[in-house]
């Protein structure tokens, strides 16, 4: 079975401060990781993904997440948040063996304050 | 632009009512989903469509019923909404080729009263 765990359910930071969002996943193999973004009364928009090759993966707005093996983590940053960047993140982790169902994680909100 | 689209945004109904909610997509994918989220909280997947073969998640109670007419459109029809279905519905979908990277709806907000 395949886990996703956010350590933290809410994150608070200055508009223009760097930040750091930590997503953490269980699985016996081969995943397939991902970050939605969801704005308040909005669905989830993919943010940004990891299905192989580089481990860094970037989005057009800034963000970016490191695929790390080692420590089966996946966390998301940003070097200078906007306040048009307060929304809630959530990471989720797929594979073959779950038939490519998308496991979520609990979901960390991000709250940027000018 | 190709999309998910759910209709409407915004359903109120009544303790006991049913409640139809819809799903189209222009993308032309075979896998769609249906998702509840409550505040706060990640979405869980109720049941999913390989094109018309149903697959129920083992904890998705009775009163929620889904359609799937063709492949552009699905519906999730709750026969007896309690005050606890008060949720988002995301409707998602995925192809064969990449199953695994799903495209989500606007979501419908429903408000059970």
């Known amino acids: 079975a395949q886990s996703v765990t956010q350590l933290d359910s809410q994150v608070p930071v200055l508009e223009e401060a760097p930040v750091e969002l930590r997503c953490n996943y269980s699985?016996?193999?081969?995943?397939?990781l991902f970050w939605y973004v969801q704005y308040p009364n909005q669905g989830l928009q993919l943010l940004l993904k990891y299905l192989s090759g580089s481990t860094l993966v970037e989005s057009i707005n800034g963000f970016e997440a490191e695929f790390n093996k080692s420590q089966t983590s996946f966390h998301l940053r940003k070097p200078s948040v906007h306040i048009s960047d307060t929304a809630e993140y959530f990471c989720?982790?797929?594979?073959?063996?779950?038939?490519?169902?998308?496991?979520f994680g609990g979901g960390t909100r991000l709250m940027v304050k000018p | 632009d190709a999309m998910v689209i759910q209709n409407p945004r915004y359903q109120v109904t009544q303790f006991g009512k049913p409640v139809t909610l819809s799903c189209s997509q222009t993308?032309?994918?075979?896998?769609m989903y249906w998702y509840q989220q409550k505040s706060s909280q990640a979405p869980k997947l109720l049941f999913h469509y390989y094109d018309k073969d149903f697959n129920n998640e083992a904890d998705t109670p009775d009163n929620f019923q889904s359609r799937r007419p063709n492949t552009s459109f699905c519906f999730l029809d709750i026969r007896s909404p309690g005050l606890g279905d008060a949720a988002m519905y995301l409707c998602a979908t995925s192809s064969y080729v990449s199953s695994y990277e799903q495209y989500f709806g606007p979501g419908t907000r429903l408000t059970v009263t």
């Open positions: 989720a982790v797929s594979s073959n063996n779950a038939g490519n169902m998308l496991t």
């Open positions: 993308l032309n994918h075979n896998v």
């Open positions: 699985s016996s193999v081969s995943v397939y």
